[in-house]
């Protein structure tokens, strides 16, 4: 069973930087659809960043040139660095590999002044 533990998360001011880590443990092939999702206060849990094949990434618009995903499958690692962060980016932070696994705890992150 794959398992995914989210760290890394914080308040940080809005434009600041933060860097999020994904420990897996378990059974991984590939980076290949490893991704990053968040979830806002009241609001479905979204996609933000996805590795499409590496080192290629897929983004929402919404992170596009602030958001970089990268992943190292010998050291079992997803990052996902983040800046010019914007209070619309608070959110519980979760990474999963696409159809694979359950869901972590994820990391909350606060953007605010």
């Known amino acids: 069973q794959v398992q995914f533990v989210e760290s890394g998360g914080g308040l940080v001011q809005p434009g600041g930087s933060l860097t999020l880590s994904c420990a897996v443990s378990?059974?991984?092939?590939?980076?290949?659809?490893m991704a990053w999702f968040r979830q806002a206060p009241g609001k479905q849990r979204e996609l933000v960043a996805v590795i499409t094949s590496d080192p290629d990434a897929g983004y929402a618009e919404s992170v596009k040139g602030r958001f970089t995903i990268s992943g190292d499958s010998a050291e079992r690692t997803v990052w996902l660095q983040m800046s010019g962060l914007k209070p619309e980016d608070t959110a519980i932070y979760y990474c999963k590999k696409i159809g694979v696994g359950n869901w972590g705890q994820g990391t909350s992150v606060t953007v605010s002044s």
């Open positions: 378990g059974k991984l092939a590939s980076m290949y659809g």
